[in-house]
């Protein structure tokens, strides 16, 4: 009989185990924004209609200071049209990122309108990580793609399908855009929720955004924030 116990206590305490270990390798990071703020974008002293004292554009179409409801947004058009945070330098070794971008039902499809957020070298001439973001909601529209170089210099990329993207949003909301860096590899988030595990990369100096539309669409981005 006491063999028999011995046998079942072993036998549970085994199988905790095993599923304890399938939990932990499904297990998903949480995203959890740093304690120091390296920049933010308030656009509380810009003007509507007016470019933003907060940001520089630098490649083609136009980044103005819009309202959406009562709270101030950029307005971002072009075909290709990259904007960078004033004053941020080169990144911290570890660092945290988030923005908020407005979500329609119905817009371009993923190809030719994707919202991104570009982690380059410190010539801006060497993509590190890219994350391509259609803000639209619908299978065909909201696939995530990303593109990065491993830290052997080797470029990769992946893909993540629109159905699961589609499962953190909601249309006509803001969705939020996460990105962290630590331990030398980035994991992203999409309102809180882990959609790109951590992959590690080449080490990033210099952040920028990227508004790529061909279909004469605006992009719409509110409360960016660096921190670390």
């Known amino acids: 009989m006491i063999d028999m116990r011995k046998q079942f206590i072993l036998a549970t305490t085994m199988m905790l185990g095993f599923m304890a270990s399938l939990f932990a390798q499904d297990a998903k990071e949480v995203f959890v924004a740093g304690h120091t703020t390296v920049f933010v974008s308030d656009l509380a002293s810009d003007a509507v ?48 990122l988030e923005y908020e971008i407005w979500s329609d039902k119905e817009c ?25 973001f259609n803000p639209c909601v619908g299978p065909d529209h909201s696939k995530l793609n990303y593109e990065y170089i491993q830290p052997t210099g080797v470029k990769d990329a992946g ?43 080449a080490k990033p100096r210099v952040v920028r955004l990227c508004g790529v539309d061909r279909e004469d669409v605006p992009f719409f981005v509110r409360n960016f924030r660096l921190t670390k």
């Open 159 to 201: 893909a993540i399908d629109g159905n699961k993207v589609n499962a953190f949003m909601k249309p006509f909301s803001w969705t939020k855009v996460q990105v962290a860096y630590k331990n030398g590899a980035f994991t992203t988030f999409i309102n809180g929720k882990q959609i790109i595990k951590p992959i590690q990369t």
């Open 49 to 96: 209609d007016s470019p933003s004292s907060q940001w520089t554009v630098s490649a083609g179409g136009t980044c103005v200071v819009t309202e959406i409801g009562d709270q101030k947004a950029l307005r971002i058009e072009g075909e290709k049209t990259r904007i960078y945070p004033v004053g941020v330098g080169v990144l911290p070794e570890s660092f945290t």
């Open 108 to 132: 371009p499809g993923a190809l030719s309108h994707n919202f991104n957020v570009e982690f380059t070298d410190d010539n801006n001439d060497r993509v590190i990580m890219l994350v391509a």
